[in-house]
């Protein structure tokens, strides 16, 4: 990453930074970017210049905040199918404009930790960055014994910030999970406390390096995946010194057709690696943005950062290899029961619009890229599941999905066409050769041949749908249903306008009745009656973005 100098000191980079001030600031940015959202949807005010400058002032806002949401904004910036696309733009310069530290710092912590003189230590130290992140910065280096390195500084009071953010997310959790009740389904705690300790993970150089080395010794004979060797003698929770690899940023096409390398090659280089890392290996590189992942002039692939690692347990890694062979065999009954094992998917009592979409995706994406257009044809299913709201997702699932998600978004820009079937082809060869060597590859072979059989006698779709018809009224799973959507619309429509119309009422009674008694000369009476007509004025808001929202996707689903 090429480092642009940044002039003005953020407010985290400071030395003293109480957690008042980090709460209040964490709150006020909260509560602006929701108002502002709220208020841009409620006014229909979408046009690409808004966006643009909201991106912008989110973008800054990250960069204020500190470390933990620059790292969040690192991983939204690669998904241009969820955001807008002036959001991703602008989010993709945090891998970029992450400020740097003074290098007389980064000195001074590199002899405090390893207890000797920089010059001592290293034959050559370049004082200029070679990159910055959030967590640390990187410079170019020489050992005594001639070997090229780069070692990794850590931020001078990071892990104290860390502390403070750790109660601060934690208060906003606490403060979302009571006001806004449709955030209790996602499991926010579990996630928090996941999130964190990989954090806490991260900033522990030591854990890094062990990490680099076991990442290292699963890619062993995979000659086109490359792994920077550590210097344990250089490495301390601070420090972390290895081996310098350069390369081409991963996401850089123009730069990799320049050097004759195919970018739908590195697609599947990069798909089969983490299949492998998840489906074999079950230790995976959970934070793969493209600043962590770059490509030789010889289309290798580097790694860089392991700091946030994760592992997958053997029960998930046997759901997740059936849901990937599934995927691959279009069996969207499968893969709706592998979801439910694993605990993604809600099994609330009518799952057929949660059916209809898997096997809407299925059928239409594993092969071509996602067109959101498409989504017109099931737009009464998506109506009934975002309506149900069946998913959830477990902590340790929420990284493996991030990671997954970054990964594709990169895909997407190498490779407009890309698709997964294709991609994970080599990895399905490799698999279906593998015989023994534990219960998860035998599984993963088993699962390989019977994909293998079932291309060679695939039924048709028409026997398909027959036995799949039978299987469902053999459990009971078809009833017939008379129902009307639009009534059902209107109805929830008109309870929601009722309700506003309540509030609105008490809002305005609250508010006079207070300034009748502070007239009177009644001002505690008054002040209580203040501040309970500002509590049923918040709701009102909110209930009125929530009719405005629902009016908006009743529209959408009668188009």
């Not at 301390?236 to 970018?263: Q, S």
């Amino acid at each position: 990453m090429l480092i642009k100098p940044t002039p003005r000191s953020f407010r985290w980079q400071r030395p003293y930074y109480s957690l008042f001030a980090r709460q209040l600031d964490v709150l006020l940015a909260a509560s602006q970017f929701l108002f502002t959202i709220g208020w841009d949807r409620l006014l229909a005010n979408r046009s690409a210049s808004v966006r643009r400058r909201r991106a912008r002032w989110f973008v800054q806002t990250l960069l204020n905040l500190g470390p933990t949401f620059i790292k969040i904004g690192q991983a939204l910036s690669t998904r241009a199918d969820l955001l807008p696309l002036e959001y991703v733009e602008e989010l993709a310069q945090l891998q970029d404009r992450v400020p740097q530290f003074d290098s007389a710092q980064a000195i001074a912590v590199v002899e405090s930790e390893l207890g000797s003189s920089i010059y001592a230590l290293y034959r050559e130290f370049e004082t200029t960055p070679l990159a910055s992140a959030s967590l640390g910065q990187v410079h170019r280096a020489r050992l005594h014994t001639g070997e090229e390195v780069v070692v990794k500084v850590q931020r001078p009071g990071l892990k104290a910030l860390f502390d403070i953010d750790f109660r601060t997310v934690h208060l906003l959790l606490r403060l979302c999970d009571r006001f806004l009740v449709w955030t209790r389904q996602y499991n926010l705690e579990a996630i928090y406390q996941e999130f964190f300790a990989l954090l806490y993970q991260e900033i522990d150089y030591r854990q890094e390096a062990k990490n680099a080395d076991r990442f290292r010794e699963h890619f062993l004979g995979y000659e086109h995946i490359l792994v920077p060797q550590i210097y344990w003698e250089y490495c301390t929770p601070k420090v972390l010194t290895m081996e310098y690899l350069p390369g081409i940023k991963i996401d850089d096409r123009p730069a990799l057709e320049a050097c004759d390398i195919d970018p739908k090659r590195i697609n599947q280089l990069g798909i089969c690696c983490y299949l492998k890392q998840l489906l074999v290996d079950g230790f995976f590189q959970a934070d793969p943005h493209p600043g962590n992942m770059a490509v030789t002039q010889e289309g290798n692939l580097i790694f860089y950062d392991f700091g946030m690692m994760a592992e997958v347990k053997a029960l998930a890694k046997d759901q997740m290899v059936k849901t990937f062979f599934a995927v691959l065999r279009k069996d969207a009954d499968e893969v709706l029961g592998t979801l439910i094992q694993m605990g993604l998917i809600e099994p609330v009592g009518n799952l057929t619009p949660v059916r209809r979409m898997i096997g809407f995706l299925l059928e239409k994406f594993t092969e071509k890229p996602i067109d959101v257009r498409a989504f017109g044809e099931i737009k009464n299913e998506l109506y009934l599941m975002f309506e149900q709201q069946p998913f959830r997702l477990p902590a340790q699932m929420t990284f493996i999905l991030k990671a997954l998600t970054t990964l594709d978004g990169i895909a997407r820009v190498l490779d407009p066409e890309y698709n997964l079937v294709a991609a994970a082809q080599p990895f399905v060869r490799s698999i279906t050769t593998t015989r023994g060597r534990g219960q998860i590859v035998g599984e993963l072979a088993r699962q390989a041949r019977d994909f293998i059989r079932y291309k060679l006698h695939q039924p048709n779709p028409t026997e398909l749908f027959i036995r799949r018809l039978e299987e469902r009224i053999e459990q009971g799973e078809i009833t017939i249903r008379v129902r009307s959507l639009e009534s059902d619309r209107a109805l929830k429509r008109v309870n929601l306008a009722l309700k506003s119309t309540i509030y609105c009422c008490l809002t305005g009674f609250s508010c006079i009745a207070g300034a009748i008694l502070l007239v009177g000369n009644y001002p505690g009476i008054a002040i209580a009656l203040f501040c309970a007509s500002g509590f049923f004025f918040l709701v009102l808001v909110r209930l009125l973005i929530e009719l405005a929202l629902r009016e908006r996707l009743d529209r959408l689903a009668e188009k």
